[in-house]
């Protein structure tokens, strides 16, 4: 018996028609074949078993070796990279479900050991985050960055190019930049990591102007209609912080709003903690962005259904319960109970905890 609520209703997201309007959200995995950061041999079937989502985005995966922050993350930068990813994409749409690709550069939380040559992780601004990083099979502190050369910033800009040019190619419906959690394109946008002097600092026109500029670099080459971006106005993770939040937000979506980008994914409140961790108007930035706004963070059925109904939202994003029901949908629809995650298994490791955890039993034939 289907529950009454707007979260099983088709959506047209630009170009494609979502099932409903369920979204996996990007989930950090990091079970990437070391060295080469090839996704997994499971990862095609951990995504084709969530297929019934609406809309499935991957777990980030950086557009350059230089913007890898965590051990065994994916890359979408290399030739062997782009064939593994068209595996993913090939068993999800085998299962009728669309894909889009998370795009990141980690910026200043990263570490050494993950680097060229042992180089600096790069950022705006030579300010360590406090805050640790999973290199090594451990967690460790995020080393001292450099300040990136005003020289080197087109290059960064062409590495999300690249990497959406890259994307297309593996097959995927579309890609979201990450523009969250305290990472590259957000430590330039906010004042607590950006003390730059030049046309990327000082105010709010020039710390938003990466993340504008990268948007629209990827949206040229994966077409607006195709092209999503998360933000997370007032989380606190990653040692991130901003002194006026809402008018850098606000200037922010007026900004991506312009460029007609398919969707804005919205982290609401801090990352993974309280929804209401510091005030901020999200329908001030609803208001100003023509395209779909996807809400998340702590969202069950029921506040997922007031939020739709409110027309508060057009998508809602869920993250953990994915990891542990590969059939969320059915489940939210049928009202059965969901699966318990395993937090031990998140991060790195094998089958157990990725996609060992068991969909309903099949309904009896009569």
Same mark, same amino acid.
């Given at each position: 018996m289907s529950r009454p609520t707007k979260l099983f209703e088709t959506y047209k997201l630009g170009p494609i028609t979502l099932a409903n309007r369920l979204v996996m959200a990007p989930l950090t995995r990091n079970r990437a074949t070391p060295g080469t950061f090839v996704p997994s041999p499971l990862a095609a079937e951990y995504y084709g078993q969530r297929a019934s989502a609406g809309l499935l985005i991957t777990e980030a995966s %950086? &557009?350059? $070796? %230089?913007? %890898?922050?965590?051990?065994?993350? +994916?890359?979408?930068?290399?030739?062997d990279q782009v064939a593994g990813w068209r595996r993913v994409t090939d068993k999800v749409h085998e299962r009728g479900g669309k894909i889009f690709i998370q795009?990141?550069? &980690? @910026?200043?939380?990263?570490?050494?050991?993950? $680097? !060229?040559?042992?180089?600096?992780?790069?950022? +705006?601004?030579?300010?360590? !985050?406090?805050? *640790?990083?999973?290199?090594?099979g451990t967690f460790a502190d995020v080393s001292e960055p450099r300040a990136l050369e005003l020289s080197e910033i087109p290059g960064i800009i062409d590495d999300f190019k690249r990497a959406a040019k890259n994307a297309l190619e593996a097959g995927f419906d579309g890609v979201e930049i990450h523009g969250a959690n305290g990472y590259l394109l957000e430590q330039f946008a906010k004042d607590g990591a950006n003390k730059r002097t030049d046309a990327y600092g000082g105010s709010i026109e020039n710390r938003a102007r990466l993340m504008l500029e990268v948007s629209k670099a990827v949206a040229t080459e994966a077409g607006a209609d195709r092209t999503g971006i998360r933000i997370s106005p007032v989380t606190p993770a990653n040692d991130i912080s901003d002194s006026n939040p809402q008018a850098l937000y606000d200037h922010i979506?007026?900004?991506?709003?312009?460029? *007609?980008?398919?969707?804005?994914?919205?982290v609401e409140g801090a990352t993974g903690g309280p929804r209401d961790v510091a005030p901020f108007d999200y329908a001030s930035i609803r208001k100003r962005f023509a395209g779909a706004y996807i809400a998340n963070n702590g969202y069950d059925f029921d506040l997922a259904t007031k939020v739709l109904d409110a027309n508060a939202a057009d998508l809602i994003a869920f993250g953990k319960p994915?990891?542990?029901? +590969?059939?969320?949908?059915?489940?939210?629809?049928?009202?059965? !109970?969901?699966?318990?995650?395993?937090?031990?298994?998140?991060? @790195?490791?094998? !089958? *157990?905890?990725?996609?060992?955890y068991p969909a309903l039993a099949a309904e009896p034939a009569e």
């Open positions: %950086q &557009v350059s $070796q %230089q913007g %890898q922050g965590y051990q065994d993350t +994916p890359g979408i930068y290399s030739k795009l990141w550069h &980690v @910026g200043r939380i990263s570490h050494v050991d993950l $680097q !060229a040559g042992g180089a600096a992780p790069v950022a +705006p601004s030579a300010i360590r !985050a406090k805050g *640790k990083t999973f290199v090594n979506v007026d900004g991506l709003s312009a460029l *007609k980008l398919v969707y804005l994914h919205v994915f990891i542990s029901n +590969p059939d969320l949908v059915e489940r939210l629809k049928k009202g059965e !109970a969901l699966n318990d995650w395993d937090k031990n298994t998140f991060y @790195g490791g094998g !089958a *157990k905890g990725y996609t060992d």
